[in-house]
T-cell receptor
Framework: KAGVTQTPRYLIKTRGQQVTLSCSPI?????VSWYQQTPGQGLQFLFE???????NKGNFPGRFSGRQFSNSRSEMNVSTLELGDSALYLC????????????????FGEGSRLTVL | AQSVTQLGSHVSVSEGALVLLRCNYS??????LFWYVQYPNQGLQLLLK??????LVKGINGFEAEFKKSETSFHLTKPSAHMSDAAEYFC????????????FGRGTSLIVHP
């Protein structure tokens, strides 16, 4: 079974630009979450999508947005990039099956490392 | 709101020595608890989890953790460290009655000396 796939793995942008990151969850997983990982702040929750709807949202500015498609694939977008947006962006999927208890167990991709110059 | 504290951003052990990584949490209800491991340039991988039942949980690669409600702790141990255990370890907690979105600790970097 294929794991969570994130593209691109590495990218370099300049301040003011925008970036789109892609995530394909494990087949059958309906929930996709995004995290930002930096040395100073650790793992910070961005948002979670389930059935094409944003179900939970972290405390990030509106420059950070996302969406989920009908096949559960997800994208996140960061507009007007700032130097502080340099980070590893991790996508994670979970089964989140209706009628079952969701424990919060996540399956992570390898991440997209964004460098903003 | 729940929170996770991992004592020690870095832990250094010799190969063959006991590994102990500490995790304390705060939660208004008995939580679900997780340990994840992250190797360089990779995502996080689940080591073990506690949801209900037996409080001593065994995971992959010889790791185990014990849920102690009275101490609000979920420390990770391994009897004998291997060089391949060198990685970043994250403790996480989710609220069964809430949004179940896990909150992560800041991570502990395990260094293993030969």
């Amino acid at each position: 079974k294929a794991g969570v796939t994130q593209t691109p793995r590495y990218l370099i942008k300049t301040r003011g630009q925008q970036v789109t990151l892609s995530c394909s969850p494990i087949s059958g997983h309906r929930s996709v979450s995004w995290y930002q990982q930096t040395p100073g702040q650790g793992l910070q929750f961005l948002f979670e999508y389930f059935s094409e709807t944003q179900r939970n949202k972290g405390n990030f500015p509106g420059r950070f947005s996302g969406r989920q498609f009908s096949n559960s694939r997800s994208e996140m977008n960061v507009s007007t990039l700032e130097l502080g947006d340099s980070a590893l962006y991790l996508c994670a999927s979970s089964l989140s099956r209706t009628g079952e208890v969701d424990t919060g167990e996540l399956f992570f991709g390898e991440g997209s490392r964004l460098t903003v110059l | 709101a729940q929170s996770v504290t991992q004592l020690g951003s870095h832990v250094s052990v010799s190969e063959g020595a006991l590994v102990l990584l500490r995790c304390n949490y705060s939660s208004s209800v008995p939580p679900y608890l997780f340990w994840y491991v992250q190797y360089p340039n990779q995502g996080l991988q689940l080591l073990l989890k506690y949801t209900t039942g037996a409080t001593l949980v065994k995971g992959i690669n010889g790791f185990e953790a014990e849920f102690k409600k009275s101490e609000t702790s979920f420390h990770l141990t391994k009897p004998s460290a291997h060089m391949s255990d060198a990685a970043e370890y994250f403790c996480a907690v989710s609220d069964p009655g809430g949004s179940y979105i896990p909150t992560f600790g800041r991570g502990t970097s395990l260094i293993v000396h030969p």
